[in-house]
């Protein structure tokens, strides 16, 4: 198994370890199966909020959150449609109905586990959960040609002012086209909405040596290029725990959810759950190159002066040449560019 790499930043401000916690997507199993071997690893019991959306609480961890992915059967929206319709359901009945859009909607859209955070030092006790539920016969996002299934990793960022976020902002923007190539993202997602790309006239702004926002000018320019929640690196929780009402004038739209947070919200892996050679760790170990960069602002600047000599406006996607330049010249130092 690969080992769960550490960064090297390790503790945030007040001295404390950072946490980090997960958000896996796949198919396949029922909602009670998934809470049985959260329950089996960790303790703890069940408490359904609905039929589509459990917490685990009491586990040895914290509390875990299983749900079918879908705002439609999460809010019960289609309670509404049934009340305009002056459709009254028994109690029975409504639960037949539900179990019916439950079957109907897990060969559809995804269950997800999110995970507490953990400190990260004892994250690779997930690594049990992919195994349980890989051996359960989970289904990933190369399982159907339509699952864009995502892992997503919350790590606590270790400082809040906008020079130490501007540094992971840019470290990433720097590493994007290489941890792309590196994760081989399934065509699914390639075509989601869910992961799209920042545009290049953002990543050159940020990338300028010259750009020294302080963090009301770094939020404002972030959501003026990014009013959305479908960027592989979100950091919309880390602006909202920082300054919601600022988010919520600049994003003027009640359907963007946010769940603020003190983390970076790194949304580009695949969820490979039924590939027996896949960890969390390899996944992981990605987003711990951006977090190293993000500590050496002098390698990012000159970085950043080459990324913008040398990166294509041209390409389509992710620009191969770059991340092999990355691979070669910027990361062969940290033996970070294993694939």
Same mark, same amino acid.
């Given at each position: 198994?690969?080992?769960?790499?550490?960064?090297?930043?390790? !503790?945030?401000?007040?001295?404390? &370890?950072?946490? +980090?916690?997960?958000?896996?997507?796949?198919?396949?199993?029922?909602?009670?199966?998934?809470?049985?071997?959260?329950v089996e690893l960790y303790g703890g019991r069940p #408490?359904?909020?609905?039929?589509?959306?459990?917490?685990?609480?009491?586990?040895?961890?914290?509390?875990?959150?299983?749900?079918?992915? /879908?705002?439609?059967?999460?809010?019960? =929206?289609?309670?509404?449609?049934?009340?305009?319709?002056?459709?009254?359901?028994?109690?029975?009945? /409504?639960?037949?109905? #539900?179990?019916?859009?439950?079957?109907?909607?897990?060969?559809l859209v995804p269950h997800e586990i999110a995970s507490?955070?953990?400190?990260?030092?004892?994250?690779?006790?997930?690594?049990? +959960?992919?195994?349980?539920?890989?051996?359960?016969?989970?289904?990933?996002?190369?399982?159907?040609?339509?699952?864009?299934?995502?892992?997503?990793?919350?790590?606590?960022?270790?400082?809040?002012?906008?020079?130490?976020?501007?540094?992971? +902002?840019?470290?990433?923007?720097?590493?994007?086209?290489?941890?792309?190539?590196?994760?081989?993202?399934?065509?699914?997602?390639?075509?989601?909405?869910?992961?799209?790309?920042?545009?290049?006239?953002?990543?050159?702004?940020? +990338?300028?040596?010259?750009?020294?926002?302080?963090?009301?000018?770094?939020?404002? $320019?972030?959501?003026?290029?990014?009013?959305?929640?479908?960027?592989?690196?979100?950091?919309?929780?880390?602006?909202? !725990?920082?300054?919601?009402?600022? &988010?919520?004038?600049?994003? $003027?739209?009640?359907?963007?959810?946010?769940?603020?947070?003190?983390?970076?919200?790194?949304?580009?892996?695949? =969820?490979?759950?039924?590939?027996?050679?896949?960890?969390?760790?390899?996944?992981?170990?990605?987003? &711990?190159?951006?977090? $190293?960069?993000?500590?050496?602002?002098?390698?990012?600047?000159?970085?950043?002066? $080459?990324? /913008?000599?040398?990166?294509?406006? /041209?390409? &389509?996607?992710?620009?191969?040449?770059?991340?092999?330049?990355?691979?070669? #010249?910027?990361? =062969?130092?940290?033996?970070?560019?294993?694939?």
């Amino acid at each position: 198994m690969d080992t769960f790499p550490l960064p090297r930043r390790l !503790h945030n401000a007040a001295g404390r &370890v950072r946490t +980090l916690g997960i958000e896996l997507e796949f198919a396949g199993l029922e909602i009670a199966d998934i809470d049985g071997i959260i329950v089996e690893l960790y303790g703890g019991r069940p #408490e359904p909020v609905s039929r589509f959306e459990h917490k685990i609480v009491d586990t040895c961890l914290g509390r875990f959150t299983v749900e079918i992915d /879908l705002a439609l059967l999460k809010e019960r =929206s289609y309670l509404k449609l049934l009340d305009f319709l002056g459709v009254e359901l028994a109690p029975d009945s /409504l639960r037949q109905a #539900e179990d019916a859009l439950a079957r109907l909607a897990a060969t559809l859209v995804p269950h997800e586990i999110a995970s507490p955070p953990l400190p990260i030092t004892e994250a690779h006790r997930l690594e049990r +959960l992919r195994e349980r539920l890989q051996a359960a016969q989970a289904l990933g996002t190369k399982a159907a040609m339509y699952y864009a299934f995502g892992l997503q990793f919350n790590p606590e960022a270790p400082a809040l002012q906008a020079g130490t976020i501007l540094a992971y +902002l840019r470290a990433f923007l720097l590493l994007a086209d290489w941890l792309e190539q590196r994760a081989q993202i399934a065509l699914a997602r390639r075509l989601s909405p869910f992961i799209n790309g920042f545009h290049q006239p953002y990543i050159r702004a940020v +990338l300028d040596p010259d750009y020294a926002p302080d963090l009301a000018r770094l939020i404002d $320019d972030y959501i003026a290029a990014n009013p959305t929640r479908n960027r592989p690196l979100d950091l919309l929780p880390l602006f909202a !725990h920082l300054d919601p009402e600022r &988010v919520a004038r600049g994003l $003027d739209d009640a359907k963007v959810k946010i769940n603020p947070r003190p983390t970076f919200h790194y949304r580009l892996p695949n =969820s490979l759950i039924d590939d027996p050679d896949w960890t969390l760790a390899r996944e992981w170990a990605g987003w &711990v190159a951006v977090d $190293d960069l993000a500590q050496d602002p002098t390698k990012i600047r000159r970085m950043s002066i $080459d990324y /913008l000599e040398q990166r294509s406006l /041209l390409a &389509v996607g992710y620009d191969e040449q770059w991340a092999a330049r990355v691979a070669q #010249e910027w990361l =062969s130092d940290q033996n970070q560019a294993s694939a």
